[in-house]
């Protein structure tokens, strides 16, 4: 049991009581949370019951933003990190008077085509600004959103108008706390001094697995201090209203660090039987027990049913929100005549819309331009389109030079110095990405990109599945792309990942073969940000000739013929990334032996599917069954183009330590290995 919350003698005392308007709408919110859970037979009812308090106070007394307009740019932003509770989400944005929740919404908590799903998604209901559920990406998220906030403030605010400012709070849990993603971003904010950033944590001790005590006894408190963050604590988070509020009015009032407000709540509040027990974490309280806990809150209302003077209160958001974007309205107004070139850029990001012509600064190249790693290219593209794309913001995961991401016309973010666009993330994968994600779901415009080493996307795969799942436009800059980057050895040499990537949904992976496909990748990276949608990007540590016929253009087709034959061709060659290369020289020793061959380029699979099954069949003919898939990573997945009568040139065990082209050569990539193996595919 938790000493610092109070206990069942004061919560039995409010059924005596006559209930303030603030009680009201507090129970009004653990209502909906239980009534909601209890139709469903399933969900979360026991955060949404411990927290209402502290979430009503935020959201009564604090939060700017405008019920009927969402998308309302300077509005505040709030993250439910420990989205398990999503009911308290849902009812808050019921309350508030957000069209995108109505009761019948409420009713209908976890069903099919529900705008209140199980955990909230930010692609289904309007008023969601982070899809969240793994525990520790709502608070990277929301490290993201306050890092937005801080750049787009300190590139567009003036002295006399202010169009940036606004706050990110965050409510997070115990198990957010737990999860080593949370430390990572929060280290990263506390370096950063965001402080417009607020998280209130949820200090209930209780998670699925029953008191936190039997895995968690750290004191919370003094790690935030000591990533540099102010902290504060309210141990009455049940009751003590009026300390939640001084705790955040607090808050806002440092300037210079980011808050953690440790708010000691009793999980499942109201509840006799099963408040601070994990009984009532992720599971309906039971008819029996909603009764008695009715009797308890003094709750004499029919399920779904709220008392008219809290919705009312409530809905006062309605009028205070259209208020403060009028008031904004204002401020833009004025700033846009007197700062016309600075309001049409800062227009342009809101819109999502790109600046004329600029795909024109990508570079090409032909045959006779000296080879180099496609890392290198990558560089190239990346300064060229920064300085068309001022939204273009990001860096590495302490790979800066590796992964050759430094934007070398701007300096770095750091704090004080947040109009810069070079990211350093530190080594921390995971944190980088959760916070990349952040920022694109800011909903500015901006497009960030975070890098590391291929194969360490192992150790970020959470934050790039959720980049897919919540449509965010973020680029994904992965270098040392293979076996080819040599004497680092298995530990970094990717062979799975490739294959593990391309099966999560709406990540489109590309894998260029040179620097006419670096910048087709680029194209079609920037084009699937601003559409909301992310892409990985793929490139080699080793050198990689130019080809003759690639193109920029032909990079958004997925895979297109690169050389061709007179007529039917007897085997089709493909290849991705470096080992096109190798496809090209194999069909000249096979032609030169009379053989019809045909070699495909394929840096994307997703974009090929993408295609209607006329263009796929112009390139990969079904009457051709003679195919050679050659790509230096796991063969898995390559059925689908090679087929029965085909063959791969893969690997199917891990690397080894050596150059990077005595590596490949150990593994058979080599165009004697490809022209062997495409005359057993002949027979």
């Known amino acids: 049991m938790n000493a610092n919350v109070v206990k069942n003698n004061r919560i039995m005392a409010v059924a005596t009581q006559t209930q303030t308007l603030e009680q009201l709408c507090i129970n009004s919110i653990r209502f909906l949370a239980v009534d909601a859970v209890e139709k469903a037979k399933s969900g979360h009812p026991g955060l949404p019951m411990g927290a209402a308090p502290m979430a009503f106070v935020l959201w009564d007394k604090f939060m700017r933003f405008n019920p009927k307009n969402p998308k309302w740019f300077n509005r505040d932003r709030f993250v439910l990190s420990a989205g398990h509770g999503s009911m308290l989400?849902?009812?808050?944005?019921?309350?508030?008077?957000?069209d995108s929740v109505s009761i019948e919404d409420i009713k209908n908590f976890r069903q099919w085509e529900s705008s209140t799903p199980g955990h909230p998604e930010n692609f289904m209901t309007l008023g969601v600004e982070i899809t969240t559920g793994p525990l520790g990406q709502g608070i990277a998220n929301a490290v993201g959103l306050a890092m937005a906030e801080a750049h787009l403030a300190a590139m567009y605010n003036k002295p006399d108008a202010k169009i940036v400012d606004h706050y990110t709070y965050c409510i997070l849990g115990d198990g957010c706390n737990m999860e080593g993603i949370s430390g990572e971003a929060c280290s990263f904010a506390g370096h950063?001094?965001?402080?417009?950033l607020i998280a209130l944590y949820d200090d209930n001790h209780i998670s699925i697995d029953g008191s936190t005590d039997v895995a968690f006894t750290e004191d919370v408190s003094k790690r935030f201090e000591a990533y540099g963050w102010h902290v504060l604590h309210v141990k009455d988070g049940n009751n003590d209203l009026d300390g939640i509020a001084k705790a955040i009015e607090e808050a806002k009032s440092v300037?210079?660090?980011?808050?953690?407000?440790?708010?000691?709540?009793?999980?499942?509040?109201?509840?006799?039987?099963?408040?601070?027990?994990?009984?009532?974490?992720?599971?309906?309280?039971?008819?029996?027990?909603?009764?008695?806990?009715?009797?308890?809150?003094?709750?004499?209302?029919?399920?779904?049913?709220?008392?008219?003077?809290?919705?009312?209160?409530?809905?006062?958001?309605?009028?205070?929100?259209?208020?403060?974007?009028?008031?904004?309205?204002?401020?833009?107004?004025?700033?846009?005549?007197?700062?016309?070139?600075?309001?049409?850029?800062?227009?342009?990001?809101?819109?999502?819309?790109?600046?004329?012509?600029w795909d024109k600064v990508l570079p090409t190249y032909t045959p006779e331009d000296k080879g180099l790693a496609t890392r290198k290219y990558s560089q190239d593209c990346l300064n060229k389109l920064a300085s068309v794309l001022p939204e273009l913001i990001g860096g590495s995961a302490d790979l800066t030079h590796s992964n050759l991401t430094e934007i070398k016309e701007s300096g770095e973010f750091q704090k004080g110095q947040y109009q810069n666009r070079n990211v350093h993330f530190g080594v921390r994968e995971h944190g980088m990405g959760g916070i990349c994600n952040g920022m694109a779901l800011h909903d500015s415009g901006l497009i960030p990109y975070g890098a590391t080493f291929l194969i360490f996307t192992d150790y970020m795969r959470a934050a790039i599945r959720l980049s897919a799942l919540s449509h965010t436009g973020t680029l994904w800059v992965m270098t040392h792309d293979s076996i080819g980057q040599g004497e680092d050895g298995p530990t970094h040499q990717p062979i799975e990942t490739l294959a593990s990537l391309r099966a999560i949904p709406n990540l489109n992976v590309i894998r260029?073969?040179?620097?006419?496909?670096?910048?087709?990748?680029?194209?079609?990276?920037?084009?699937?940000?601003?559409?909301?949608?992310?892409?990985?990007?793929?490139?080699?540590?080793?050198?990689?000739?130019?080809?003759?016929?690639?193109?920029?253009?032909?990079?958004?087709?997925?895979?297109?013929?690169?050389?061709?034959?007179?007529?039917?061709?007897?085997?089709?060659?493909?290849?991705?990334?470096?080992?096109?290369?190798?496809?090209?020289?194999?069909?000249?020793?096979?032609?030169?032996?009379?053989?019809?061959?045909?070699?495909?380029?394929?840096?994307?699979?997703?974009?090929?599917?993408?295609?209607?099954?006329?263009?796929?069949?112009?390139?990969?003919?079904?009457?051709?069954?003679?195919?050679?898939?050659?790509?230096?990573?796991?063969?898995?997945?390559?059925?689908?183009?090679?087929?029965?009568?085909?063959?791969?040139?893969?690997?199917?065990?891990?690397?080894?330590?050596?150059?990077?082209?005595?590596?490949?050569e150990k593994f058979g990539f080599t165009v004697d290995n490809v022209v062997a193996t495409a005359k057993k595919v002949l027979g």
């Open 192 to 196: 950063q001094g965001l402080g417009k």
């Open 512 to 664: 260029p073969a040179d620097g006419n496909e670096v910048s087709g990748a680029y194209k079609c990276a920037i084009e699937r940000a601003k559409t909301k949608n992310p892409t990985l990007l793929a490139f080699t540590r080793q050198g990689v000739p130019n080809l003759k016929g690639t193109s920029i253009d032909n990079v958004a087709k997925g895979a297109y013929t690169l050389v061709d034959c007179d007529g039917t061709p007897d085997i089709i060659l493909i290849g991705t990334g470096s080992e096109v290369q190798l496809c090209v020289g194999a069909a000249e020793k096979l032609s030169g032996e009379g053989k019809k061959v045909r070699v495909v380029s394929m840096p994307s699979w997703e974009l090929f599917e993408d295609q209607d099954d006329s263009y796929k069949e112009s390139v990969l003919p079904a009457s051709v069954t003679k195919r050679v898939s050659v790509e230096a990573a796991a063969s898995f997945g390559w059925h689908k183009y090679v087929g029965m009568e085909g063959a791969m040139v893969s690997i199917d065990r891990f690397g080894a330590s050596a150059p990077g082209a005595t590596v490949m």
């Open 255 to 357: 300037t210079d660090k980011p808050t953690m407000i440790k708010v000691t709540t009793t999980i499942g509040y109201g509840a006799p039987n099963k408040q601070d027990t994990a009984g009532i974490h992720g599971a309906a309280l039971g008819t029996d027990e909603v009764k008695l806990t009715r009797e308890n809150l003094g709750w004499n209302h029919e399920p779904f049913e709220l008392p008219e003077d809290a919705l009312n209160h409530m809905r006062k958001a309605v009028e205070r929100g259209a208020g403060y974007e009028d008031e904004w309205n204002k401020t833009f107004a004025t700033y846009k005549s007197k700062y016309a070139k600075e309001a049409a850029e800062f227009e342009r990001y809101l819109t999502g819309k790109l600046p004329d012509g």
């Open 89 to 98: 989400q849902y009812a808050l944005l019921y309350l508030a008077g957000f």
